[in-house]
């Protein structure tokens, strides 16, 4: 018999050396015929160990990773040894087959156990629950094989609204511990998140039947990460999962890859597959758990307990223009179509990532398969949607990487493609190319009150790499790629030149912060030539920070932000200041001057709705999604600011630019002349005949603006969202010689220029004129304001205006 067991043993050896070297078979057609190699030498040494010791009522297990015949070179074998309660000489059975194993140097992970006792130590372990989820059969008795592996199923479904939320649990603990794997230099194929033990657990949930995980690609993906650790395998000779830098080069040799780099980018899109399945699946079993705890129940006529479903369909509280929050989850309308609003796509990752909610797999994959391709140069609401979705902070990445996952960011931006999964092999550097740009536009939405021009910042962070992956300097191929992508998406030319000039010089200030002499006129000098003015200053500033914080901890430092802000200061000194045109100036339409004449004479308000229209428009379903321009003419009077713009909101009106100036049309006194950009947040446009009847009622004081926003806020309680950097009131200083010019900074809401209007009439003081602008979810407003005796504020006065306001909208 011993004499037996060792021809076995040896032949077993050489057939698997043979397997492993085999280079004609890997992947896993190799682990495959590598696990049957195993099943039938272990099947025959349990046949020759219960010979031996005249053992019955025994069956040999595979679990694990082996019991779902995923075999790599150097995984353990993990086997369980069942017997029936009393039989005799396990534990001589037991030697007989593990021995074997220790002597041929294979890692063994074993037990020895009754059924009861296996599921006794399933109730108390979750990992050995998990493990028996993929038992197989090897040898012995097959009905004790199946009649565990039935019960042990059962119990998983039975117990699956208790041992989920553990195993989530225990998934969040791991990613916590092991991090990204698809953003790590060194990662650990198998603990890291969106690893191989990640696909293991969404096989357990799919075995619950609570929830299943999507299916499109999610195979291939545990496919490439297997064969990634069975190439580690080979090449080390070691049981190890971490993919470590020194061992790269030679596994994408093993693989067939052309370098390392092109390693770790396959190994980072298939744990980027296996992450957001995981995502969407976890979010899926919270909203079945949900949904189970709060069904209704009552019992029937006998006192049986039977559940009844609860009636109706989930509420859906609308987001925006074809985009519904349903469950937790943004959705699209049931009046949405994607394949006439090529904004959509947009408008809705917007939406969602605004209100901090996750974008729904069945709208992604809706909006990926039948969304119209946007027009060159895009619409404007087009690139104020991405404005929007880049400025909604930590809220963006999963939005952003539901888009990805389904191909639509490349779809939109062409040259994302050539950064994505794109590793950086610094170890300043805490992710990869794509998401680092991602992770700069995060950084950069709370850094948007100290710029002028917050589009701008954020583009910018998105482009400000996109020249890596590109022979040569990545900055100056950036400025190249950012002018396109920048005209691509509708920016103006002057718009164009400031972002390609923030690519091109995005390392500028740290650069020369902490490798210059700032005491040096000529350091000063060199910068200030190459950022012209103070408002580029201003936002390669903020670009800077955000860069280094979504860097890594190594990036910045209290001392790299005390330089930054010394040359700063000394370069904006050197920098002439720029001054905001006063909208007063402008010369009126003849269209306008009709309407304030008529103002004028009649004492009420008069106003004029006009499509807004583009060259790149696309008919009018378009100019309805960029909105209409309103002109407004109503004779001056306090408050005047704060009931149109009530009003607005009362329709649900979004103001996307205005601005403000009186005129004298027939020398009787001043009138107001209001102009308006305005979108619907969602459904169609109001009439303008309500329009003009409520803002008749507002001037004259008979609708209660006030309480008419808070009833319908009480009644329609919007979802608070993301949490945006708290709103900033400066005064320009230097930009006016006839007023005051205070700066609103704030996150566009709606109803915010109402209590802005609210807040200034509060202070005392006359708006003379004013220009607002939303740029995506940033409201940047400038106020030219004068006292009651129509000059300037003095400097102490406006500082406290400006105070008051910014308290009243904190």
Not at 32 to 47: C, G, N, S, V
Not at 241 to 247: G, P, T, V, Y
Not at 733 to 740: E, L, R
Request: proline fraction near 5%.
């Amino acid at each position: 018999m011993t004499d037996s067991v060792e021809a076995q043993d040896s032949s077993y050896a050489a057939a698997r050396l043979r397997l492993l070297t085999e280079e004609a078979r890997s992947g896993p057609p190799r682990r495959a015929a590598l696990a049957a190699l195993t099943d039938r030498w272990l099947a025959a040494l349990a046949a020759d160990a219960a010979e031996a010791t005249g053992t019955g009522g025994y069956a040999l297990m595979a679990v694990g990773g082996y019991g779902r015949g995923e075999l790599s070179p150097r995984s353990d074998l993990d086997l369980v040894l069942l017997h029936d309660e009393g039989a005799p000489k396990v534990a001589a059975l037991a030697d007989r087959i593990w021995y074997p194993v220790w002597d041929l140097g294979l890692a063994l992970d074993h037990s020895v156990r009754t059924p009861a006792e296996a599921m006794k130590t399933a109730a108390d372990d979750l990992k050995v629950q998990l493990g028996l989820l993929d038992a197989r059969h090897l040898a012995g008795d097959s009905a004790l094989t199946a009649s565990l592996r039935s019960a042990a199923l059962a119990d998983w479904r039975n117990q699956a609204p208790k041992r989920l939320p553990a195993l989530y649990e225990l998934c969040q603990e791991r990613a916590e511990r092991q991090g990204e794997l698809s953003y790590l230099l060194e990662p650990d194929l198998k603990e890291a998140r969106g690893g191989l033990r990640d696909a293991t657990a969404l096989r357990a949930v799919a075995a619950s039947w609570l929830a299943d995980a999507p299916r499109e690609g999610l195979e291939d993906a545990r496919t490439r990460l297997l064969d990634a650790r069975d190439a580690l395998h080979l090449v080390t000779g070691r049981a190890t999962d971490r993919l470590a830098l020194q061992e790269q080069d030679q596994v994408a040799e093993a693989l067939g890859l052309l370098d390392a780099d092109a390693l770790l980018r396959q190994v980072y899109e298939a744990a980027r597959t296996v992450a957001y399945a995981s995502d969407v699946t976890w979010r899926e079993v919270g909203r079945v758990l949900r949904a189970r705890e709060a069904r209704p129940r009552r019992r029937g006529l006998l006192g049986r307990g039977r559940t009844v479903p609860a009636a109706g369909t989930p509420e859906r509280v609308p987001l925006a223009d074809g985009v519904v929050e349903q469950e937790g989850e943004a959705v699209l309308a049931l009046a949405a179509k994607p394949e006439r609003d090529p904004v959509l796509p947009l408008r809705a990752a917007a939406a969602a990532a605004q209100a901090g909610l996750p974008l729904s797999l069945h709208a992604v994959r809706r909006l990926a398969a039948a969304a119209r391709p946007l027009p060159v140069p895009w619409p404007a609401e087009a690139r104020e949607q991405l404005v929007t979705l880049l400025g909604a902070g930590e809220s963006t990445v999963p939005v952003w990487e539901a888009l990805e996952a389904e191909g639509l960011i490349t779809r939109l931006l062409p040259d994302w493609e050539r950064v994505r999964c794109r590793p950086q092999r610094n170890a300043v550097h805490r992710f990869t190319v794509d998401r680092h740009l991602v992770e700069t536009a995060v950084q950069a939405s709370g850094l948007t009150r100290r710029v002028g021009r917050p589009d701008l910042l954020l583009t910018a962070a998105l482009l400000h790499d996109i020249g890596k992956g590109w022979p040569g300097d990545h900055s100056e191929a950036g400025e190249i790629i950012a002018r396109d992508v920048a005209a691509r998406i509708g920016f103006g030319r002057a718009d164009v030149d400031t972002l390609a000039l923030l690519v091109r010089h995005h390392l500028l200030l740290i650069d020369t912060a902490t490798r210059r002499d700032l005491d040096d006129p000529e350091t000063v000098r060199a910068v200030a030539v190459t950022v012209r003015d103070t408002s580029t200053l201003e936002l390669l500033a903020a670009l800077t920070e955000a860069d280094a914080l979504a860097t890594g901890p190594a990036a910045w430092s209290t001392w790299r932000a005390s330089l930054l802000a010394d040359l700063v200061e000394r370069v904006g000194e050197a920098l002439d200041t720029g001054a905001l045109p006063e909208t007063a100036d402008r010369e009126s339409t003849a269209e306008e001057e009709r309407l304030a004449i008529e103002a004028a004479r009649t004492g009420g308000p008069v106003l004029a709705l006009h499509a807004h229209t583009e060259p790149e428009g696309e008919g009018e379903a378009q100019d309805e999604a960029l909105g209409v321009e309103l002109v407004l003419a109503v004779p001056d009077r306090p408050g005047l600011l704060a009931q149109a713009a009530g009003v607005l909101a009362l329709h649900r009106l979004a103001v996307r630019a205005a601005d403000l100036r009186a005129v004298d049309p027939i020398g009787e006194g001043p009138v107001s002349l209001l102009n308006w950009r305005v979108s619907a947040e969602y459904g169609s446009l109001p009439e303008a005949a309500r329009l003009r009847a409520d803002l008749g009622r507002a001037f004259e004081g008979t609708l209660d603006i006030e309480s008419r926003l808070a009833e319908r806020e009480a009644a329609y309680p919007r979802r608070r969202g993301v949490t945006a950097p708290p709103p900033r009131v400066s005064v320009a200083k230097g930009t006016s010689q006839t007023a005051t010019v205070l700066e609103v900074r704030a996150q566009d809401a709606p109803g915010l220029l109402h209590r802005i209007g609210l807040a200034l009439t509060a202070t005392g003081i006359t708006v003379r004129s004013a220009r607002i602008s939303t740029l995506g979810a940033n409201a940047v407003d400038a106020f030219y304001v004068v006292g009651k005796d129509g000059a300037p504020l003095p400097e102490a006065r406006a500082a406290e205006v400006a105070r008051q306001v910014e308290q009243a909208l904190r």
